[in-house]
Each structure stands twice: as C-alpha cells, then as structure tokens.
C-alpha cells in the first residue's frame, strides 16, 4: 500500500463542510487563499439532488425513514444514527446517539434552520451560577459577526429587546398558523412568552443569487428551487466554488492531522472511500469543521512526538465536556380544530412562532434555560398518517357521533378526515451542563472499516437536565391544558424516565469537545479557535464550545467560523501563520 | 373443529413451487427524486426480491384493505389507490412488519377456518365481515382474540399509511400544500370561525401579500 500525496500545497485544508467548514471555506476563498474542502461523504449538489414539492406517492416508502435518511425519504440528509463500516462504542451503563451526516454541506442540508444568537449572559454563565465556565469572549467581541451573518445569509424575525435573545437584522417574519394563534393564546395563560420565530429562510429577497420562500414548508428537503433557506451548500460552498479557488474532495474519510518536528500542522491524511487508496494532502493550516465529536475523534488520533496525547491536547480537555441540548416533547389534538376547513397551511419549514427562555433561574431547581418549539397542523400526508386511529375516534365523538374504537369502512374514513389538521405539539431544548467526566475518547480496541480507531462515548445527564425535563413537561401540560388541547402522547413522564428527557446526542447539538478558553491548561483552543499547542491548526465547528446555551448553535458556529477564518488571514498577512 | 390434515388439505398457505413469492425480473428502479448511491443499491435490493406475500396472502390483504378503506362518494378503495403493493414493499422495507403480518394473516384464516371452513379469502362477505367485527374494536373486543385485534390495527395503520399518501388519499384528506403559495396568515372566514384575530404588532411587523 501506497500513500498519494497531492502536490498542492494550500493555504488552508479543511475537514468537514457543514456551518463551520462551509463558513471558512467561504471566507477564505472570497480573500483569494486556495482552500481544500474535504468531506467524508458524497458530493451532492441541491439544484441537482431534489426531492422538494415532490409528492408521497413519489416514495415508494411513502416519505418513511430508512437507515440512510433518518428523517424520512424526503429528508435532504445523507446517514445518522447508523453509518455503515463506522460504528462506535459506549461506556457500559451510558448513552449517546450520534448522528453523522455524509456528504458536503453535512446537516445543514435538512436542519430546521432556527438561528439563534447567543445572549451576553450565554458567554458569563459561570458567572452567574458558579457553574461550567466562562468563554474567553463576550457578546461585543461576536456581535459584529452575528450582525454580518445575518445580512449575508438572512433571517427571519423581530427585534424584541430581549436581553439575552439580542436582537439581529430580521427580514420580516411568516404570520403565525391558526394551531399557533391557539398556542400563544394558552402560553399567555401559562404566562410562557412567546415571540416570532427566527429561522434562516429568506421571506424577502436578500441577493440576485437566492430567490424568496413561497411557503411549502420543506426546508427538511433543503431549498432546491429557491435557495431560500440557509444551507452550507447552497449559500456558501458553491458560492464559494464560483471563486475558483476551492478544490472540494468528496469521501474523504481524514484519517489525522498531520504534524512536522516543530509540531505545526502540515496537512491531513485521508482515505478515499471510492477507491479505498490512501492521500495526503498538505496546506498552511488546518481547519477542522467535522462535527464537535469527528473532529475531536481526529485531534485524539493524531498522536506525535510533540502532541502524545492528540494534538492540541496538552490540557487533556480534547473529547471532554462534550454535551447535547436537552429535550422533551409532549404532543396532542386540539378538539376546536377537528373538521377544520382546508387551506395551504404549509408556511416555512418549521414553527412561526416560539417561546424564548422566560424565566429566572435563581427562582427555580434547575441552573439553565430551555427554549420551546412547536408544530401541527395540516401538513403534507406521509408514512404513518393516521396511525393509532382507536386512540381517538373512541374518544372524541365524530360530528357528534360517539362510535366504538377502531372500526373500519366508510365509518373509518370520515374518522380520518374529521381528525386531520387537528395535532398540536411542543418540544423544549435546554442548556446542559458542560461537565469534565462527560466525554468521547479512542476505544482502545476498536476501528472502523477503514483502520482508524472509533470514539467510545461516556455521558450522563446530571440532576441539573432532568430537573430541567421535568419543569418542561410541567409547563407543557399546563399549557396544553389551557389552549384546550388533549394530550395523546408524552404525558407519562415521572422520575423514573427522568421526566421524558431524551437520551443525550438525540437533539444533535453536540459540542464542547475542544473547548475555547483563556487558560492553555483548561482549554483546548484559543479566544480565535485557534489551538493553544498548535497555532495553525482551528477548530471552527461545535466543537469549540465552552457552553451552548438554550439556543441552537449553529448561528453561532458560522458567526464563530467567520470569525476565525478572518484572523487566519489577517494572521497570514501578518506572517504569523 | 377441523383437524391438522383439513387444514393441509385445503392448502391454506401452501408451500407448493407454484404458489412460492413472485420473483420479478430484475429492474432497474426508477425514482422521481434525489437517492444517494447506497440508497440506489439498495432499491434494487428490494425489488429483486419480488414480492413477499404468496397470492393468497395478497388476495386476503386485498379484500381487509378493502374493508377497511371501501369506496365512497368521496373516493376510492384502497386497493384502487394500490395500498396491497404499498403493503408488499413496505414490509420488504421494514422487515418488523414480516412477521406479525404473515403470522396475522394467517391467524385469520385459522379463525376462519374454525368458524367457516374456510380460509377467510375463500369466506362469502358476511363471514368476512363478521371475522372483521369480532377484531376491529380494540375495547370490545373478546379477550381471546387479542391477537387478532393487534394484527387488525397494524393492517389498519399500514391501509391508512398506503392510502391517505396516495393520489386519491391525499385528495380525499384535502391537504391542500406541497405547491409554490405566498403565505398571508391564516384566511379571514376561519379567523372569524374561531373569535380569532392577529395583534397589531403582528400585522405590522408580519410579511404580507397583496
């Protein structure tokens, strides 16, 4: 076996194509550095790789998941839960779902494109309750990037004047649906705040390149025909592929990050998945953007002279604190809805409306917040439509008619159209808290089909995040209870199922894993993403997070990523780098 | 009761060449969207291995899809919409369904050889339909036919599943998106049918379309 090395040399190597990698590929491009992008999956390229506005008798499965697209045939997502030829393991008694998109743009292809700013206090919660740690940023050192995020990508919503949900450059929001007239009006009971949602889809024009949302509620699907939603391939990558200065290099499996005596970065090796050939391929610097846990599975595994603990892991934090937001979720049917008039009620492709964190913590058992998502409503029929049916044509009565559970026939079918369009549900995603022992580290004895060692994961959710479960489906009930909804499902929560909590990974806003820091000892990379013990290697994905606060991360990975990108280059012009 | 050798004798899931999965000729599937190479692989997989319901089964999973989803004066049957093929793939797909159906179905023809003395495909439509009563209605239904009332509601959720995900079943349910719209809010007549209106703040600051 032979190694291939590309006689290339770039100026930066970058591993992984989602929010983060897309972001610097971007960035730096536009300032004329040769950039190469390396993804572990399938190139795919969404004007050409549609199924959005396709319809459900198109899938012969009907829109149901499959091993390769978890979340339904139509999902715009290669892969993740289950990667074929690259398991991983799990410390006894531990859990962790991870999931793993394969092919360039990552999940940014199908996420659900809420984007969330961090607040000043999201940087300084340590400061607060004593808990986790500070970033070695704050607010003003970000916002200027959250601020051009926004106008280069665009984004829905409003400027609240919330304190900790900082207002940004909203294009005007979608009004809300009638199920979601029904929440605000029982959150206002339940004293929830709830406010315009801010999702990255363009409800006006924001450039010549992208088009504008009309509304059929399939951004899963990624924006094939518009580019209205915010995905890395469509906004950033091929953007940046026009510059000419990209080359992108699909499954790519990096194997690690390559180091010289000096113990600086020179490059990365890789497997190539269609010929099974070994590469190498040298740049500048190095960038990794593979997903918080991929990347730290990388530095972990790129073992030298200089770095015999992984690289840029002098402090021993690289795979530590890794944490997921919390979630819980209740769902049912509001009776008021039942025989409902129908309308094209698609809307964007998620919540029009959502529920900030509302509350004092210092008044509560629990440290951190949880914000609240919510659906319904008459969507787009798919695998599963209908399902369970004796649950509720026992229960309610069908235009005024009370009939026996189940059943069949004409009976049946006026069942299925009375009930349609009536569901209602919610879902919380919380702050965890970062903790030491929380980890992914090498198992010692197991690789994946291509040699290179797998992650073991060791994570546990605290009393802190099962508290938090818990005061969610209290107020859910609540506020079901008061839109006059009937809870169908996720109401039997109790100490035992830690009040619902989902298993950590499940909400895939993994992070934390080669954590931002002032102190070398403590952190693993710098206020710039930069790597304490390697000053050209960067780790621009969730990774870099010290803490995620109760909102999704992924606006903050670009606004960071940009970020760094730019003081990469201003360092290269500087010849620091 | 009839005993084991009737059963045999009226080749109730008969194990004969003739009667063995249809294998279809290999095709090349054809998809209307976006499918990864593994994806691809995989269809292929799936359609090579020709059907996996006997005739007989298809022909019971027939007439209970139609039993459940019958024409009406809105629309058709389930097996005008395909729902039978639809349950042929899908539990190529999703191998968990294998078993409770191929076992269900012939827990119904067990049933119905008991009571009729014959498999129920073979039962006229009152025997049917009396077979079908005894295993539709969960809470009422006897305790001993538990089994049948589990196999009943899986069928029933697959024929909704198939159905109301077809042309004809996406007509008759009215879901009225999946096409390029401006969203203005939800239509005045329905806001007024539930005493509902948007805030101030809400109109001025919403996206809106003359």
């Known amino acids: 076996m032979q190694i291939k090395k590309q006689s290339k040399h770039y100026d930066a190597v970058i591993v992984g194509s989602g929010a983060g990698g897309g972001m610097a590929a971007y960035t730096l491009a536009k300032a004329g550095l040769k950039v190469c992008l390396l993804e572990a999956g399938a190139m795919y390229d969404p004007q050409k790789n549609i199924t959005q506005l396709k319809n459900p008798w198109e899938s012969p499965r009907r829109g149901a998941s499959t091993k390769f697209r978890p979340f339904g045939d139509f999902d715009a997502?290669?892969?993740g839960w289950d990667v074929e030829g690259e398991p991983y393991t799990k410390a006894p008694g531990t859990e962790w779902d991870w999931w793993r998109a394969r092919m360039l743009g990552g999940r940014t292809n199908h996420w659900g494109r809420i984007s969330l700013r961090f607040g000043p206090k999201d940087f300084k919660r340590k400061d607060i309750?004593?808990?986790?740690?500070?970033?070695?940023?704050?607010?003003?050192?970000?916002?200027?990037?959250?601020?051009?995020?926004?106008?280069?990508?665009?984004?829905?919503?409003?400027?609240?004047?919330?304190?900790?949900?900082?207002?940004?450059?909203?294009?005007?929001?979608?009004?809300?649906?009638l199920?979601?007239?029904?929440?605000?009006?029982?959150?206002?009971?339940s004293g929830v705040k709830v406010i315009p949602s801010r999702l990255s889809i363009l409800t006006q024009k924001l450039?010549?390149?992208?088009?504008?949302c009309f509304f059929c509620g399939?951004?899963?699907?990624?924006?094939?025909?518009?580019?209205?939603?915010?995905?890395?391939t469509n906004v950033l990558i091929y953007p940046a592929l026009e510059t000419g200065n990209v080359d992108v290099i699909p499954n790519a499996m990096v194997r690690e990050v390559l180091t010289n005596e000096e113990g600086l970065a020179t490059g990365v090796s890789y497997v190539n998945k269609d010929d099974m050939m070994e590469y190498q391929v040298t740049g500048r610097t190095v960038i990794l953007a593979a997903s918080a846990c991929?990347?730290?599975?990388?530095?972990?595994?790129?073992?030298?002279?200089?770095?015999?603990?992984?690289?840029?892991?002098?402090?021993?934090?690289?795979?530590?604190?890794?944490?997921?937001?919390?979630?819980?979720?209740?769902?049912?049917?509001?009776?008021?809805?039942?025989?409902?008039?129908?309308?094209?009620?698609?809307?964007?492709?998620?919540?029009?409306?959502?529920?900030?964190?509302?509350?004092?913590?210092?008044?509560?058992?629990?440290?951190r917040g949880y914000h609240i998502e919510y659906w319904g409503g008459m969507s787009q029929p798919a695998y599963g439509f209908g399902g369970g049916i004796e649950g509720l044509n026992g229960k309610f009565a069908v235009r005024g008619q009370q009939k026996e559970a189940g059943g069949y026939g004409k009976s049946l079918k006026e069942d299925y159209r009375y009930f349609y369009g009536a569901t209602v549900g919610m879902a919380g995603r919380g702050e965890a808290i970062p903790m030491y022992d929380n980890r992914c580290e090498i198992d010692p004895s197991v690789v994946d089909k291509f040699g290179i060692p797998v992650l073991k994961f060791n994570v546990k959710w605290s009393e802190h995040e099962i508290l938090q479960a818990k005061h969610m489906k209290e107020t859910f009930d609540e506020m079901m209870h008061n839109m006059g909804a009937i809870v169908t499902w996720g109401g039997d929560y109790n100490k035992e199922n830690n009040y619902g909590l989902e298993s950590p990974g499940k909400i895939i806003h993994e992070a934390g894993t080669a954590r931002m820091g002032s102190d070398p000892k403590t952190s693993a990379l710098n206020k710039y993403n930069q790597a304490h013990d390697c000053k050209n290697l960067f780790v621009v994905d969730g990774a870099a997070f010290t803490s995620q606060a109760d909102k999704n991360i992924t606006w903050t990975i670009l606004a960071l990523s940009m970020r760094a990108s730019e003081y990469i280059i201003s360092e290269m012009k500087k010849q620091n780098l | 009761m009839l005993g084991v050798g009737a059963i045999s004798a009226t080749a109730l899931v008969s194990s004969s060449k003739a009667e063995l999965p249809v294998q279809k000729e290999q095709e090349e599937p054809v998809f209307s969207y976006d499918r990864a190479k593994e994806e691809l692989e995989r269809e292929k997989q799936l359609?090579?291995?020709?059907?996996?319901?006997?005739?007989?089964?298809?022909?019971?999973?027939?007439?209970?899809?139609?039993?459940?989803?019958?024409?009406?004066?809105?629309?058709?049957?389930?097996?005008?919409?395909?729902?039978?093929?639809?349950?042929?793939?899908?539990?190529?797909?999703?191998?968990?369904?294998?078993?409770?159906?191929?076992?269900?179905?012939?827990?119904?023809?067990?049933?119905?050889?008991?009571?009729?003395?014959?498999?129920?495909?073979?039962?006229?439509?009152?025997?049917?339909?009396?077979?079908?009563?005894?295993i539709a209605y969960p809470n009422k239904a006897p305790k001993e036919l538990s089994q049948g009332v589990s196999f009943f509601?899986?069928?029933?959720?697959?024929?909704?599943?198939?159905?109301?995900t077809s042309e004809i079943g996406v007509a008759d349910i009215g879901y009225a998106g999946n096409s390029p719209n401006q969203w203005n809010g939800v239509p005045a007549d329905v806001l007024k049918q539930y005493k509902l209106a948007y805030t101030k703040k809400q109109m001025k600051e919403c996206v809106k379309f003359d």
């Open chain 1, 77 to 79: 997502c290669y892969y």
């Open chain 1, 129 to 177: 309750d004593g808990l986790g740690e500070n970033w070695p940023i704050s607010y003003e050192d970000i916002k200027p990037f959250y601020d051009r995020v926004d106008k280069l990508i665009g984004i829905f919503g409003t400027n609240e004047g919330l304190e900790d949900h900082p207002d940004g450059f909203f294009l005007p929001p979608p009004k809300p649906r």
């Open chain 1, 179 to 189: 199920h979601e007239l029904f929440i605000q009006k029982g959150a206002a009971v």
């Open chain 1, 207 to 212: 450039n010549d390149d992208r088009g504008v």
């Open chain 1, 218 to 232: 399939q951004c899963s699907r990624n924006c094939s025909m518009a580019k209205a939603d915010f995905s890395s």
């Open chain 1, 294 to 367: 991929e990347s730290s599975r990388l530095l972990l595994n790129s073992k030298s002279k200089r770095h015999p603990n992984g690289l840029a892991n002098n402090s021993d934090v690289v795979g530590r604190y890794l944490h997921d937001s919390t979630g819980a979720s209740m769902g049912g049917v509001l009776p008021q809805l039942f025989d409902r008039k129908r309308y094209n009620e698609d809307g964007v492709g998620g919540m029009h409306i959502y529920s900030p964190w509302w509350l004092d913590n210092k008044k509560l058992d629990f440290p």
């Open chain 2, 47 to 134: 359609i090579a291995q020709g059907n996996f319901f006997t005739k007989e089964e298809m022909a019971t999973i027939t007439i209970l899809s139609d039993i459940i989803i019958p024409k009406d004066e809105v629309s058709g049957s389930a097996s005008d919409a395909k729902v039978p093929d639809f349950i042929d793939f899908i539990v190529r797909d999703m191998p968990q369904h294998q078993i409770p159906m191929r076992g269900g179905l012939r827990w119904v023809d067990m049933q119905c050889l008991k009571r009729f003395s014959k498999p129920f495909r073979e039962c006229d439509q009152k025997q049917q339909i009396e077979l079908v009563d005894l």
């Open chain 2, 153 to 164: 509601s899986r069928l029933r959720n697959l024929v909704a599943s198939g159905f109301y």
